[in-house]
């Protein structure tokens, strides 16, 4: 599937009510990888104006040099986005 009504989700990362990056995802199941972050607090939301509730949100607490993965999970034939995944990889060096 890539898309729901001819929209995918969308996967936005937000501090402080300012959104910092945003990323199309085009799958049922599906990742979005964010590099790069500042070490502090954000909140992850998955979107999509079809589904029921029309956005799952999840804060985070990140530390300094860590890659951010956001899993969404939903049925297709309710529409209803289930929940999101955080995944946190150090990068040391």
């Known amino acids: 599937m890539s898309s729901i009504s ?3 989700i969308v996967v ?7 959104v910092i990056d945003q990323q199309p995802v ?7 990888i964010f590099s790069n972050l500042p070490a502090g607090r954000y909140t992850v939301i998955a979107r999509h104006p079809s589904l029921n509730p029309t956005e799952a949100r999840q ?13 969404y999970f939903y ?8 929940k999101t995944e ?8």
Do not use: C, F, Y
């Open 86 to 93: 955080i995944l946190e990889r150090r990068l040391d060096v």
């Open 26 to 32: 085009r799958i049922t199941v599906a990742d979005a």
């Open 59 to 71: 804060d985070i607490l990140l530390a300094d040099n860590t890659m951010l993965g956001i899993k």
């Open 6 to 8: 001819g929209q995918p």
């Open 12 to 18: 936005l990362l937000t501090s402080d009510g300012q």
């Open 75 to 82: 049925t297709e034939v309710e529409r209803q986005l289930l």
